[in-house]
DNA sequence: AACCCGGGGAT
DNA sequence: ATCCCAGGGTT
């Protein structure tokens, strides 16, 4: 964020008069003097009419995406655990594979994580996927195979909080339970003009609030599904479509011209850059992998073995403990870049031919705790997206088109 | 409250 | 480049 646009957010949080009376108001909104003062009054006749738009508003317009055409509470939850920070589109897939591949929670349960991480690769924040493995197994071995019907013993599962719970628990059992996603929250913070920081815990305190004051008795599933369509396709973070909005009528920000200064946000840190090398060992399409430990990052995945280092020299008594052995001869191939939420990685790839009989495995040091040689396209345990571009990068002409293929 | 954890699409 | 996405867990 820029330090204009911080510096009007803050004062926009004071007062907002810059766009006030340039716009025609479709009606009158009073002006709200203390909105924190003043909440809006449960189960107000405005509270109703939003519900009744955005209700109607879906039925008319709702995209149609493979988790809305069941209501089998394991796709649904399978469906939230995906698309927790991740986009629909990329989503749609995956859900697809996963659930043709594992038709029950039963299925799921009895898999191994390798295989799990497999279909899961590609698809970012690997822990969600150790963590619904685990999630499964709970439901078939303490719940007997079916998802818990209430809010707070879903609650409970692992890789389930807040948000996850109230979407199973609207959307799989119809129960009246808000839920307050990245949607959800802009939606909201402009409808009812919320001040304060949507990540901070007091704007968070608001969001739900506001969510549970509105969310109705009938079809609460369908009202938190509309929520947060509108977010996605109209009340956007920039631009906002406010004349395709079914409730722009009785929305305040909109009311006070502060669409696009809402919701408020604190600046985000800069993210560092790390250097690595990676070295990639080749015997015919075998290749050497290590696989991560299951803690941190890609944990749980397999990949060529990747220290931090400034250059291919600096890295080869770091790389002896990750199984390189120090007389392989590695000649750099190129760089790639990789950007994660927290890290920027420019990472050397170096590879090198090594004659079958010289395979060999060694004690691995940490991240690593095991090492083979695999079939990268075998599909047999999990690659990261980076990991795929440093083999597409390292690998001979001829096998580079397989690699690079998901 | 701050930090960790991927990858990609829109602007 | 920047933002942010149907967030949750850990410290």
Known sequence: MSPSRKASAKASAKVSTKAR???????????????????????SERDHEIATALGAWFDAVARDLPWRRTRDPYAIWLSEIMLQQTRVDTVIPYFDRFLSRFPTVGDLARADLDQVLSLWSGLGYYRRARIMHLAAREVTERHGGAFPGDAQALRALPGVGAYTAGAVASIAFDLREPLVDGNVARVLSRLDAIDNDIRSTTGQRALWAAAARLVPEARPGRF?????????????????RCTACPVNGLCIARAEGREEDLPVLAPKRKVPSVRMVAAVLWAGHRVYLARRTEGGLFGGLWEPPMVEADSLDEARTSLAEAGIPERIVLREVGRVR??????????????????????????LASPYER???????????????LARKILSMSSPPAARAEVTRR
Do not use: Y
């Open 224 to 240: 938190n599904q509309a929520l947060m369509e509108l977010g996605a396709t109209v009340c956007t973070p920039r631009a906002p």
């Open 371 to 385: 090492a083979s040689w695999l079939d990268p396209d075998a599909n047999e345990v999990g690659v990261s997206r």
């Open 21 to 43: 009376g340039q716009i025609a108001l479709p009606f009158e909104i009073p002006a709200r003097s203390a909105p924190l003062a003043e909440p809006i009054v449960p189960g």
């Open 338 to 363: 990789h950007i994660l939420t927290h890290r920027r990685l420019e990472v050397t790839v170096a590879r090198a031919e090594v004659p079958a009989a010289l395979r060999g495995r060694a004690k």
